[in-house]
Each structure stands twice: as structure tokens, then as C-alpha cells.
């Protein structure tokens, strides 16, 4: 059980949106360079993240926040600096963990 | 326009991926349709077609379905080649010169689109099954090219590209020339 009450933060349009994206991602990665699948896969949660911050719940919406501005331009670094970019990645991981852990009251 | 603006206009252009909300007129369409007309074409076959897209939730079915366009284009024209046309003149499936003719008719667009003060950016990453059924296009018809088209936004960071490298020319080409060519002097 979440500390926050449950609430819906996607109108159905938003997830039609990112669900066509999700998918034809999907079908797309079968032909482009494999290193699109970080791309894809970030740009689909900076989505998220946009979509869903402003309805999010005062614990979350700043984590949301924080991701959406910060994906574009880690992104953009990956070639530039690829230890950087999986540094944001691992980041990104233990970020999600503890806000994880904060929402279901174990932080 | 002299040859000195055109190649202005072409080390001037840059890919468009964020565009205003201000609509794309009909005359600056046709403007860039006659320059994707007037692009050199395989045996001068014309095998393109044109489909030109101003209608925003028909805007956004496409963007759904194309992960590579990223702002939201207020006018799209999709290059589709004519399968149709193209076999009954002989043309294999594979063949690669109607490909080719995508490439030259969208730098022609693009360069239109530079020369008219509009911004402009090629997607290829969409899926063509998708984009068809939005489109109703005929199974003859298959899209291989979306030009998004608008006015462009003041932000224009395209996040995941490879950084923007100044290429030198000598890393581009190779030189077969007479030994008394220039070079060898």
C-alpha cells in the first residue's frame, strides 16, 4: 500500500499516445541500430514523466519533474561521453528505487 | 536567386525538430511540392507521391505512430513511392533508384523549405504499416518519408543524435586525378 491515496495521473488519450509510441518503438528497434533502444526507451519516460507530473502527488511529482528536464540532456551527451551517460542511467535506477521506497512508506 | 544564395541556403539549412504552433500557408506547400516536382528523378519516371497532412488530430495519429518526429509539426508531407506505376514500368521491388528519388525530392523540399524561411526535418522512423492505414493510403502507395514542416521553435536540442562533428572534406572524399593534377603540384 502506497502513504499517497491512489490517483489517476493519465488521461486516456495520453496513454493511447504513449502506447502507439511504445509499440511501433518497438517494431522499429527490429531494424534500427541497437542503440536506439536507450533512446527510445528515454524518450518514452521523458514523456511519461511530462504527461504525469502535473497530476502526480506532492511526493512524486518532483521526481517526475527532476527526470523530465534532466533526460534531454544526458541524452544528448551519450556519444560525447558514454561512461556519463551510463552513470545517469545507474543514477536514474537508484533514484527510481528510492522513490519507490518513498511511496510505499520504506524509505 | 544567384548561385551564391543557393549555396548559402544549402550550408545554411539544419534539420527542424521543433516547430511553433503558427500554420504552414498553402502557398509555402505548393512551393515546396513544386520543388520536390522539379527533383531529378530515376528515367524521369515521377514514381512519387505526395501526401500533404495539415490536419491536426490526423497530426497527432502520426506522431503517434512515428517515433522520430519529436515537436508536433504543423504540416507534414509524406513521400510515398507508387508500387503500382513503378512495376507495370519494370521496376523491381528492390530497386534502389526509387529510394534514391525519395532522398532527391526531400533535399529538394528541405532546401524549398530553407529558401522560404520555413523549417524542415526528414523522419524515417515511423512505422509505414501505421502511418498507411492513418493516411487510407492504397496498398500500391507505401510512405517512406515524412517531412515535418512549420515555423521553426526556438528550441532545437534533438537529444540522442550523435553531436554535431565539422566533418573535413578530405575525410569525405577520394581523389582519382592525373598526376599533373592540381593536387600533385
Redesign the interface.
Given at each position: 500500500m502506497s502513504v499517497v491515496e491512489p490517483r489517476l495521473v493519465l488521461t486516456e488519450e495520453e496513454a493511447?499516445?504513449l502506447l502507439?509510441?511504445l509499440i511501433?518503438?518497438a517494431?522499429?528497434l527490429l531494424d534500427?541500430p541497437a542503440d536506439y533502444g536507450p533512446?527510445?526507451l528515454?524518450?518514452a519516460a521523458q514523456y511519461l514523466c511530462a504527461d504525469t507530473a502535473p497530476r502526480s502527488s506532492d511526493l512524486v511529482r518532483g521526481f517526475m519533474h527532476e527526470l523530465e528536464k534532466e533526460?534531454?540532456?544526458?541524452?544528448?551527451e551519450?556519444?560525447?561521453n558514454p561512461a556519463a551517460f551510463a552513470a545517469f542511467l545507474d543514477d536514474g535506477c537508484v533514484r527510481v528505487a528510492h522513490a519507490l521506497l518513498a511511496y510505499y512508506g520504506r524509505e | 536567386m544567384t548561385g551564391e544564395s543557393v549555396l548559402e541556403c544549402i550550408r545554411r539549412r539544419r534539420v527542424t525538430r521543433f516547430f511553433a504552433r503558427e500554420k504552414v500557408s498553402r502557398h509555402a506547400l505548393i512551393e515546396i511540392l513544386r520543388a520536390a516536382r522539379w527533383a531529378p528523378s530515376a528515367g524521369n519516371r515521377r514514381l512519387h507521391r505526395f501526401v500533404v497532412v495539415t490536419d491536426p488530430p490526423l497530426l497527432k495519429v502520426m506522431r503517434a505512430v512515428a517515433p522520430g518526429i519529436r515537436g508536433y509539426p504543423p504540416a507534414v508531407i509524406v513521400i510515398c513511392i507508387d508500387w503500382e506505376r513503378a512495376v507495370h514500368l519494370g521496376y523491381q521491388l528492390l530497386d534502389r533508384t526509387l529510394h534514391i528519388d525519395v532522398g532527391t525530392a526531400a533535399q529538394n523540399m528541405l532546401l524549398a523549405a530553407e529558401a522560404i524561411g520555413l523549417g524542415a526535418g526528414p523522419v524515417t522512423s515511423f512505422s509505414k504499416a501505421a502511418i498507411g492505414v492513418a493516411l487510407r493510403l492504397p496498398e500500391s502507395l507505401t510512405p517512406e518519408m515524412i517531412v515535418c514542416l512549420g515555423h521553426r521553435a526556438s528550441r532545437q536540442a534533438f537529444p540522442g543524435t550523435r553531436p554535431a562533428v565539422s566533418t573535413r572534406l578530405e575525410d569525405l572524399v577520394i581523389w582519382r586525378e592525373p598526376p599533373d593534377s592540381e593536387a600533385h603540384r
Amino acid at each position: 500500500m502506497s502513504v499517497v491515496e491512489p490517483r489517476l495521473v493519465l488521461t486516456e488519450e495520453e496513454a493511447l499516445q504513449l502506447l502507439s509510441f511504445l509499440i511501433t518503438a518497438a517494431r522499429l528497434l527490429l531494424d534500427e541500430p541497437a542503440d536506439y533502444g536507450p533512446l527510445r526507451l528515454l524518450l518514452a519516460a521523458q514523456y511519461l514523466c511530462a504527461d504525469t507530473a502535473p497530476r502526480s502527488s506532492d511526493l512524486v511529482r518532483g521526481f517526475m519533474h527532476e527526470l523530465e528536464k534532466e533526460i534531454p540532456d544526458r541524452t544528448a551527451e551519450r556519444y560525447r561521453n558514454p561512461a556519463a551517460f551510463a552513470a545517469f542511467l545507474d543514477d536514474g535506477c537508484v533514484r527510481v528505487a528510492h522513490a519507490l521506497l518513498a511511496y510505499y512508506g520504506r524509505e | 536567386m544567384t548561385g551564391e544564395s543557393v549555396l548559402e541556403c544549402i550550408r545554411r539549412r539544419r534539420v527542424t525538430r521543433f516547430f511553433a504552433r503558427e500554420k504552414v500557408s498553402r502557398h509555402a506547400l505548393i512551393e515546396i511540392l513544386r520543388a520536390a516536382r522539379w527533383a531529378p528523378s530515376a528515367g524521369n519516371r515521377r514514381l512519387h507521391r505526395f501526401v500533404v497532412v495539415t490536419d491536426p488530430p490526423l497530426l497527432k495519429v502520426m506522431r503517434a505512430v512515428a517515433p522520430g518526429i519529436r515537436g508536433y509539426p504543423p504540416a507534414v508531407i509524406v513521400i510515398c513511392i507508387d508500387w503500382e506505376r513503378a512495376v507495370h514500368l519494370g521496376y523491381q521491388l528492390l530497386d534502389r533508384t526509387l529510394h534514391i528519388d525519395v532522398g532527391t525530392a526531400a533535399q529538394n523540399m528541405l532546401l524549398a523549405a530553407e529558401a522560404i524561411g520555413l523549417g524542415a526535418g526528414p523522419v524515417t522512423s515511423f512505422s509505414k504499416a501505421a502511418i498507411g492505414v492513418a493516411l487510407r493510403l492504397p496498398e500500391s502507395l507505401t510512405p517512406e518519408m515524412i517531412v515535418c514542416l512549420g515555423h521553426r521553435a526556438s528550441r532545437q536540442a534533438f537529444p540522442g543524435t550523435r553531436p554535431a562533428v565539422s566533418t573535413r572534406l578530405e575525410d569525405l572524399v577520394i581523389w582519382r586525378e592525373p598526376p599533373d593534377s592540381e593536387a600533385h603540384r
